[in-house]
């Protein structure tokens, strides 16, 4: 007990689990939808995104957030433009994201050999994140910005679901399925934005589809599969922190991927033989 | 004469002259630079051959994953003491498996199933990446290049590796691509014709995920899948018969790495920049051709028209 009054007496500790519990609700929430409405490889190409707009910010000489959260929402609300119904084709999504991951190296060489950017590591760090390295300001936006997706995404969570599963009939009822489709790809930009502070650009996919996996295969049930996914996500995160503080060796984010990969492979094991564990 | 053309190199840097002759001898003096054409002439040609079956296999994500996998291979190849070259193969080759053999989804929806557990190897992947990379420790320069490439560093030995990969999975590739085509356009006819559709289609994740371990020796792991889905995305919006369309994607690749080798030894910025921008642009340049000439009103076959599963 004494142990973990240790645990949060430090406050970048606290930092950590407040601001990636909000971060991994608003992923695992964002991330049931994409995986409902397969669009798991555009949040693959936000995430490739967040690092493309992170390094040009520090290139520039900007706010690394400016660049984040701008790339990241003008991507996705891009992408939501250029498809078909709000929905690209694989191969430009494929074409343009790696286009822009090679802008991301251009942008990496361009500040490493800056005078401001001696050191590498700023890259990496949007890499692979730095969850324990978040200042208290930092912890503050990203958890207000967190919660706002939540609020917006439980908003609007009926008639996505319907848009979603049949878009036809949504259609036909008067849903505006294409507003919808672009919010909610807006919405995945700003979360994938957030989340590359806590787990990094390249880790953050694994929030949006390892938790929203499981929870799928759980239950057919949409909202208890929300919440399923929801629980996952904070699950993943909290576990993984206390890994890494229990083995400093270990980077966090590893920690929160390998638990939440666990979490996946458990889901997959209890319905190998074709039922879903919770019901239908 | 060649003696005085090096020093004259070396002493002025690599500068881009007006002379295109000169310029181009000027690329090959180095022993690098030919072994950096070499492997990237071998890769554009692996990468051209599986990306144009990915693309019609709308596997692009698959692709991904399996090119990304390749940075934890390399690195826990490091950490262990073992030989980068059989941590990039082994890993991609393990994640191919790994894709290919997850039982699908209760209840249909496979396509949706298949993208979260897709997307989970890839994070996974690369966390472990992140953990070797710590493990090990004070790497950070290498680990740029392992990320975003390198040809620099391309060894003759290296060279024969990656051709005796690739002309064994073209070789498989050979065999397969009649059936695996068939598989591909109509999976379900060609099932009810005896194909061994799954066979097939986990036989051609694991070439694809050779293809993307070499392709990540040069051009660094995060850049692989701009030489798989490039080229065969501009040839497949510039020509709707699969065999035109096949060769046009290897001729596509071998142009952009082609140019991209030579604009990264003329310039300070890294050679992966180049090959996504050169073939980004012949995407672009592609499309908009497709798009111009359907609104001068030459009826021309549907995007994908044929090729569509």
């Known amino acids: 007990m004494s142990g973990l009054a240790g645990l949060f007496g430090e406050p970048f500790l606290r930092y950590a689990f407040i601001a990636g519990a ?21 949040g693959d190409a936000l995430s490739h995104v967040a690092f493309t707009g992170a390094l040009a910010a520090l290139a520039a000489g900007a706010d690394l957030l400016v660049g984040l959260y701008g790339a990241c929402v003008l991507v996705a609300l891009a992408m939501a433009a250029l498809g078909p119904r709000g929905r690209a084709d694989d191969t430009v999504i494929g074409s343009v994201f790696a286009w822009i991951l090679g802008l991301g190296a ?33 912890a503050v936006i990203d958890s207000a910005v967190a919660t706002c997706v939540c609020v917006v995404l439980v908003f609007i969570a009926r008639p996505l679901l319907f848009a979603s599963i049949d878009e036809s009939v949504a259609r036909a009822r008067r ?34 589809a390892a938790p929203a996996g499981a929870a799928q295969r759980l239950t057919a049930r949409p909202f208890r599969g929300i ?15 206390l890994i890494a503080y229990a083995a400093p060796k270990i980077p966090p984010s590893f920690g929160i991927l390998a638990v939440a990969t666990g979490i996946y492979l458990t889901a997959i094991a209890l319905t190998a033989n074709g039922r879903r564990a919770l019901g239908v | 004469m060649i003696g005085a053309a090096v020093a004259s190199t070396v002493l002025e840097g690599s500068r881009l002259s007006w002379n295109i002759v000169a310029d181009i001898r ?18 554009a040609v692996t990468a051209g051959a599986l990306g144009w079956f990915m693309v019609l296999r709308r596997q692009a994500f698959a692709g991904h994953t399996l090119a990304i996998v390749s940075f934890p291979g390399a690195a826990g190849a490091i ?7 059989v941590g990039y193969f082994a890993a991609a080759i393990a994640a191919a498996l790994v894709i290919a053999a997850v039982p699908r989804s209760p209840g249909g929806r496979a396509r949706t199933s298949e993208s ?80 061994p559709v799954r066979f097939l289609s986990g036989l051609f994740l694991v070439l694809l995920g050779c293809a993307a371990a070499e392709v ?11 030489l798989l889905v490039m080229p065969a995305a501009t040839a497949q919006r510039v020509t709707a018969r699969p065999m035109a369309s096949f060769w046009l994607t290897i001729a596509v690749g071998l142009v952009v790495v082609w140019l991209a080798l030579a604009a990264a030894y003329y310039s300070v910025y890294p050679v992966g920049f180049f090959v996504t921008t050169f073939g980004f642009a012949a995407f672009v340049i592609a499309a908009a051709g497709r798009t111009a000439a359907s609104r001068s009103g030459r009826v021309r076959v549907p995007a994908h028209a044929g090729l569509t599963p």
């Open chain 1, 22 to 42: 909000a971060i991994a609700a608003a992923s695992g929430l964002s991330g049931y939808f994409v995986v409902l409405r397969s669009q798991v490889f555009t």
């Open chain 1, 106 to 138: 251009l942008f990496l060489s361009i500040y490493t050999t800056s005078a401001a950017g001696t050191n590498a590591t700023s890259g990496v760090n949007v890499l692979f994140g730095t969850i324990f390295g978040l200042s208290a300001a930092q």
């Open chain 1, 175 to 208: 849903v505006p399925v294409r507003l919808l489709g672009t919010v909610f790809l807006g919405l995945v930009g700003v979360t994938a934005a957030a989340a590359t502070q806590a787990v990094g650009a390249l880790l953050l996919l694994g929030l949006l």
């Open chain 1, 227 to 241: 919440w399923l996914s929801v629980t996952f996500a904070i699950l993943s995160v909290w576990a993984g922190l």
């Open chain 2, 26 to 43: 000027q690329l090959f003096l180095f022993s690098f630079m030919v072994n950096a054409f070499r492997a990237g002439t071998i890769v």
């Open chain 2, 79 to 85: 950490l262990i003491g073992i030989s980068v070259v």
């Open chain 2, 116 to 195: 979260a557990i897709v997307g989970t190897v890839q994070a996974f992947a690369l966390a472990c990446g992140a953990l070797f990379v710590s493990l090990y420790g004070g790497f950070l320069s290498g680990l740029t290049g392992l990320l975003f490439g390198s040809f620099l560093g391309v060894s003759p030995g290296q060279v024969d590796a990656l051709l005796a990969v690739a002309a064994a999975a073209l070789a498989v590739l050979g065999v397969i691509a009649r059936p695996l085509f068939f598989a591909s356009v109509d999976q379900d006819v060609a099932e009810a014709r005896g194909v």
């Open chain 2, 216 to 226: 990540s020796q040069i051009t660094g792991a995060l850049l692989v899948f701009a």
